[in-house]
């Protein structure tokens, strides 16, 4: 028995929408597609020019360092290799005046609409965003000053607790040579005969020698120290700038947006006046 086949003047076939239906559709109402479109860039160009643009200025500054040494008179942060925990962990040759951390904490909450994050080891770069970009920059220039200075105080008190130290030792160094002289004038004005006294002098004045190569190196170290080469301050190495063009309203980003979404809506527009439009044909069609 073969089977019958639906007969094509079934309720779906009215129903069917082809896309040919849907391009004359667009086309019928194309004035409604591009009236909406042109509302929606002319309503996204009216906003971009009353926006206020905003402006973004940055800048880079370098923290300073010190040379690490034992008995610190202030804390400073140190650099240490990694080590395993049951290994020592050795100091490093150079001491950061502050941690980068602390820094860019104290900054974030300093900074108006700004952000303060660390760029590579020492490095830590600041952004702002302000209506005036000369209002940004000098922002900027007053954080670096005020950081620059708060490390330059830090610098100052170690160079001088570096020269009170080289100072003691000095004092100890010309105490020991003072008593090297008293003591080879007092050898020349004994006798022969007092050997005994003369061995005690001989062999005090050697202990006293012993300590002057110690002392010695250790005033090198402490003006090692003081070197150009371990001791340097916090400095700027961007100096604060404004971008020449706003961040903020980003104009080609919203009129691209603004287009897609006039095109959409546009089209949902059409599709919602046609379907007016043949509701409106169907009760016409009712009432006669």
Do not use: C
């Amino acid at each position: 028995m073969a089977t019958q086949q639906p007969p094509h003047d079934t309720p779906y076939a009215d129903d069917e929408i082809s896309l040919i239906d849907l391009w004359r559709v667009l086309a019928r109402r194309r004035f409604w597609i591009l009236a909406t479109f042109v509302l929606v860039m002319v309503l996204a160009g009216a906003w971009l020019a009353l926006k206020t643009p905003v402006y973004e200025a940055s800048a880079s500054i370098e923290i300073g360092t010190v040379a690490a040494h034992p008995d610190k008179t202030k804390e400073v942060y140190v650099l240490d290799s990694p080590q395993k925990e049951d290994s020592p962990k050795p100091r490093s040759s150079l001491e950061l005046l502050e941690d980068p951390a602390a820094v860019t904490n104290r900054l974030n909450s300093s900074l108006q609409s700004g952000t303060a994050e660390v760029q590579s080891g020492r490095i830590i770069q600041l952004t702002t965003r302000s209506e005036d970009p000369e209002q940004a920059t000098r922002q900027l220039r007053g954080v670096l000053e005020e950081l620059r200075n708060r490390h330059a105080g830090y610098l100052e008190t170690f160079r001088s607790n570096i020269r009170e130290r080289a100072e003691e030792v000095n004092q100890r160094i010309g105490f020991i040579e003072d008593q090297q002289a008293q003591f080879e004038a007092k050898l020349g004005e004994l006798d022969a005969n007092t050997s005994a006294a003369i061995g005690a002098l001989l062999t005090l004045e050697q202990r006293l020698f012993n300590r002057l190569p110690q002392l010695e190196e250790q005033r090198r170290e402490l003006l090692n120290q003081l070197s150009e080469r371990l001791t340097q301050p916090t400095r700027i190495i961007a100096e604060p700038t404004a971008t020449s063009n706003p961040v903020e309203p980003k104009n080609r980003l919203v009129l691209a947006l603004a287009a897609v979404l006039g095109l959409m809506l546009g089209v949902f527009v059409a599709f919602f006046r046609e379907f007016l439009t043949r509701v409106a044909e169907a009760g016409e069609e009712e009432t006669e």
